[in-house]
Each structure stands twice: as structure tokens, then as C-alpha cells.
């Protein structure tokens, strides 16, 4: 199996840094668009698997999206809320934001459809969004009956009136019926039952959905009203992916360095940049720019945070936790475990590996402060586990990613950006 050795930096992390486009805003702006009334460009994009993914899968639902990757944008040819094919087969690899928005997407159509994706994602529950769409009157079912996909869909488009779903497992099947419901016969009220996680990800997708004329209101909490109307194709910039950002955030902070991430700031639509004041928590500093962030690590201290808003940037903290001088306990992720891999059981298994004290709970960790030993740390097929556990390395010497390939899923450049980084310091 392929690898890399992580080289420790023997001095303080300084430099600055703009990270691909947001996976997320990608994504949605590409659903949008597909759907949107004439063309759009879309700049600042992210280029990876799940967005390669979800552009082929437009592509095969003869809706053409024409790559620019040298200007990083992506020009689509929008369809006014329809969907010219009447039958196609999707494949969405383990991309959870592909395959769920386009599920409600093709429920919009005409026709039959069917989405599968890797081993993973056939682990992965897609049932809240296929029973909402089953109880709006399509036709739509998890094909081995077991709440994953493959998925099937038998559609003469998406109805108006009500739809209630579930949202205590993922925001995305919210946000994909959101998403989709401007294309409905006619008004759509979408409800959530229960309880909800990652809310910052809805806002997003509610504010890009407004971007492209969507008429929408929230008359009480997690209750949306959305007009039948096509949304209007327009060029549209992408944010640089927060998520992504929260790596090189983690590095100033282990080593007591500075970093700048450019193309970020307080008011960004992505909510991962919050994961700056978990760092600030921890006694970082940071300056909020207009069109910036910078970080400034400081010694650090344990903390007790919950992360269900940005549980994307769990696994980061959690290799942030070691360096602290006392215990972090990271709560309300347990949707964390649904993901790319059961990411509460893979960070406790891959910090007990290289020697520390971990304890896991139902909803996550607490992590004991302590000394690092080499080790190979396995990333379960996991983008964001290479990631955050290539700053251990960091630090401590001997610290071996396997597999560093599956950061294709988001960032492809991931340890060549590192790299750079560290050789910017030296
Ligand atoms: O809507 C989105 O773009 C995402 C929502 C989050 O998933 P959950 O809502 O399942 O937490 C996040 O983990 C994922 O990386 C992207
Ligand atoms: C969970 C993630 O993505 P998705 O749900 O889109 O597969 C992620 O990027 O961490």
C-alpha cells in the first residue's frame, strides 16, 4: 500500500495559503445551476472526486456541464427545472452530498433512475430522504431494502404540498429536497422531524439557493415554504473549501507558528470556519480579515466542545487535543460514524495506535495529553483522516499516513500543499 512519511518541522509553521474550492458549495452550486434558468459560471470551483462525480452524473442526465479546470470553473447549461433524461444509472463513488442531492434531483425528472456508489457508500443511510420522497408520491426505494443505496427512482416529477423529513442522521437529505423543490409541480413545504445536525450546512444552502432567485421562508425553525419557480442562472464565485482550510489552521496551532488562509473571513457561507474559535478555545489567536484568516498558535489547553455544527472538523481537532496541556472532550458527533468511515472508532483506534489514552463515547472522545510514538497510521479509504493525522507528524518523529491517495475525494494536493508550507517555513 502506497504512503508518506510525515518529516517533523523543527521550527514554527509561517505562511500564508488558499485552499481549493469548498467540496460543498461546489456541489450545491452545480445541482442549482442544473436546474437554473439559462447558464451559469462558476468560478473558484473544486476539482476532485465528488465533484467529478457529480458532473458526470449531470452529464448523464444529458444536462452538460463544460469544464475549465485551468480557470477553475465550470460552465452548465441549465435546464429551467427539468431533467432531459427519462433514464440513466448514476454512480457516485462515496460522494454523500452526489448521490443524496441527486436523488432528489432526479425525483424532479422524468422517468427512471437508479444511484448507486463504492462498498462505503452502500453502508451509508439514505432511507429519511427515500422515504420523504416516497411520501410526496414518488416512486423512490432503497433496492436491497436496507436504507442504503442503490437507490431507484420511478418519477413524473416532484409534487408540491408537504414533505416531512428526518434529519438527525445527515442535514443533506434536507438539503437536497430544498434544493430540488423549486422545480416542483407547484409549492413545496418541507418540514424536519426531530432532531437535526450540521445546521450551518442548510443556512449554506439555503443562502446559495436565494443567490439563485429562490423564493424561500422559514416561518418557524427548520419549516420552509419555497415557490415553484426556476431558479436563474448566473456566475457565481466559490468560497475556498473551510473545511480544507482547517488542516493548515491545526498546523500553526502544533507548532506554535502562523498561518494566513486567503479567501476566507468571518462571513463565510461555509461554517467550518468556526472551527478557528475552537482553536481560540484552545489559547490560539486569530485576525479575521475581510478576505482572510489568520491563525497564530499559542500554547494550548484542553477544552470540552461540542462539534455537531462542524463535525467535519472533529477529526482535526482531535489531532490538535495531543498537544494540549490537559483533556479535550469532543461531544454531539455521533452522525460522525455514518460518514466516509465510523470516524468517532477511527480516530480512537488511530490515536490509541500511536500511544495516547483515548476514551470513546456513544457521541465521540476525550482525548489525555501525551507522548507520540511512530507508527502507520491506517485512513480507512477516510480523506479527512490522512489529513488530520498527517499533523501529528508534525511533531512527532515516525508518524506514516497510509493510503494518502483517498484525499482525492476533496483535496488531491493535500501533502503538496503541506509540503510547500513546511518548506515556506524552513
Ligand atoms: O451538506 C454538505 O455539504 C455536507 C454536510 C455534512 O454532512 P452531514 O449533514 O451528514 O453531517 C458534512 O459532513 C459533509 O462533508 C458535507
Ligand atoms: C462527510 C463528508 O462528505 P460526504 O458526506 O459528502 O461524503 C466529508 O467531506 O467529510
Known amino acids: 500500500m ?27 452550486a452545480l445541482i442549482i445551476a442544473a436546474l437554473a434558468q439559462g447558464p451559469s459560471h462558476l468560478t473558484g470551483v473544486l476539482d476532485s472526486v465528488d465533484t467529478q462525480v457529480m458532473i458526470d452524473s449531470l452529464g448523464r442526465l444529458q444536462i452538460p456541464v463544460s469544464v475549465d ?21 448514476l454512480w457516485c463513488e462515496n460522494s454523500g452530498t452526489s448521490i443524496r442531492f441527486l436523488t432528489a434531483l432526479c425525483a424532479a425528472g422524468s422517468g427512471r433512475y437508479r444511484l448507486d456508489g463504492n462498498s462505503r457508500m452502500r453502508e451509508r443511510p439514505i432511507a429519511p430522504l427515500v422515504a420523504a420522497l416516497a411520501s410526496a408520491g414518488v416512486k423512490a426505494r432503497c433496492e436491497l431494502e436496507n436504507d442504503c443505496p442503490p437507490v431507484q427512482i420511478e418519477t413524473d416529477g416532484l409534487p408540491g404540498g408537504r414533505i416531512r423529513v428526518g434529519g438527525d442522521l445527515s442535514s443533506q437529505y434536507l438539503s437536497a429536497l430544498l434544493m430540488a423543490a423549486p422545480a416542483a409541480s407547484a409549492g413545496v413545504t418541507v418540514e424536519v422531524t426531530g432532531e437535526l445536525v450540521s445546521r450551518p450546512y442548510v443556512d449554506m444552502t439555503l443562502e446559495m439557493m436565494r443567490a439563485f432567485g429562490a423564493n424561500i421562508h422559514e416561518p418557524q425553525t427548520n419549516h420552509f415554504e419555497i415557490a415553484a419557480q426556476p431558479y436563474v442562472g448566473r456566475t457565481y464565485d466559490i468560497e475556498p473549501d473551510a473545511s480544507a482550510a482547517s488542516y493548515f489552521f491545526a498546523a500553526a496551532a502544533v507548532t506554535g507558528g502562523e498561518v494566513t488562509v486567503l479567501g476566507l473571513h468571518r462571513n463565510a457561507l461555509q461554517g467550518d470556519v468556526k472551527f478557528v474559535d475552537a482553536l481560540v478555545r484552545m489559547g490560539c489567536e486569530a485576525d479575521w480579515g475581510d478576505d482572510s484568516i489568520t491563525l497564530r498558535g499559542k500554547p494550548l489547553h484542553g477544552i470540552d466542545i461540542d462539534m455537531n455544527e462542524i463535525s467535519d472538523t472533529a477529526q482535526t481537532l482531535a489531532c490538535v487535543a495531543p498537544f494540549a496541556s490537559g483533556p479535550t472532550r469532543i461531544r454531539n458527533v455521533a452522525h460522525m460514524r455514518l460518514k466516509e468511515t465510523d470516524r468517532v472508532s477511527a480516530v480512537v483506534t488511530e490515536l490509541q495506535r500511536v500511544g495516547l489514552t483515548v476514551e470513546e463515547h456513544q457521541d465521540g472522545m476525550t ?11 491506517h485512513t480507512y479509504d477516510d480523506h479527512r483522516m490522512a489529513m488530520s493525522f498527517s499533523l501529528l507528524g508534525l511533531k512527532a518523529p515516525g508518524i506514516r499516513i497510509l493510503d494518502p491517495g483517498c484525499t482525492a475525494k476533496t483535496y488531491p494536493e493535500y501533502f503538496t500543499d503541506l509540503d510547500a508550507l513546511c518548506r515556506s517555513a524552513r
Open 69 to 89: 479546470i485551468a480557470q477553475r470553473t465550470f460552465h452548465v447549461n441549465g435546464q429551467g427545472g427539468k431533467i432531459p433524461s427519462t433514464g440513466a444509472e
Open 2 to 28: 502506497e504512503s508518506i512519511d510525515i518529516l517533523p518541522v523543527l521550527w514554527p509553521l509561517k505562511g500564508r495559503i488558499r485552499p481549493p474550492g469548498s467540496k460543498s458549495l461546489t456541489n450545491r
Open 367 to 377: 482525548i489525555t495529553p501525551g507522548p507520540i510514538r511512530p507508527a502507520e497510521i
